[in-house]
């Protein structure tokens, strides 16, 4: 007997379901019940006095209402994280494209991977400082390279 497509994705829907009750329901059941367990002692048992800790009272910190982030905070961001996270991917994106100019893969980039929050001028400071910053971290031998294209 073989199962098909319809079958199988019946049967996973199924599963997805029931793994969602026992999260939604049974668990947090289980999570609740635990501290009553633990304070249901026995009649002959004889549960530790209390110990009273002192605890430092604090004065109220304002809370701040939080505030929309600046383009040149977003892009700021964006650009930090791509270069932690993918810099030596940037550095063989760079040896890939060795016969493209920097312009050219700026736009390459900025076609295939597009940025919400930001304009098309801070969208392409953003890439000129990824390479850039990329490049110092990564792969100094792509930065003159990076810099020539940059201000070309």
Request: aromatic share 2%.
């Amino acid at each position: 007997m073989q199962i098909s497509k319809l079958e199988v994705r019946i049967l996973m829907a199924i599963a997805i379901l029931v793994v969602g009750i026992l999260a939604v329901v049974i668990v947090p059941r289980l999570v609740g019940s635990a501290p009553a367990a633990q304070s249901a002692v026995g009649p002959g048992a004889s549960a530790p006095a209390p110990s009273t800790i002192p605890t430092p009272t604090l004065a109220p910190t304002p809370i701040s209402s939080p505030t929309a982030k600046t383009e040149q905070q977003i892009l700021d961001d964006i650009v930090a994280s791509t270069v932690s996270v993918y810099s030596m991917l940037v550095c063989n994106s760079l040896d890939e494209y060795a016969a493209l100019s920097i312009p050219e893969i700026i736009t390459k980039v900025l076609a295939e991977y597009p940025t919400s929050g930001l304009s098309d001028q801070s969208r392409q400071i953003m890439a000129e400082r990824v390479l850039t910053e990329s490049a110092a971290k990564s792969c100094t031998d792509q930065s003159p390279r990076v810099a020539a294209g940059i201000q070309g």
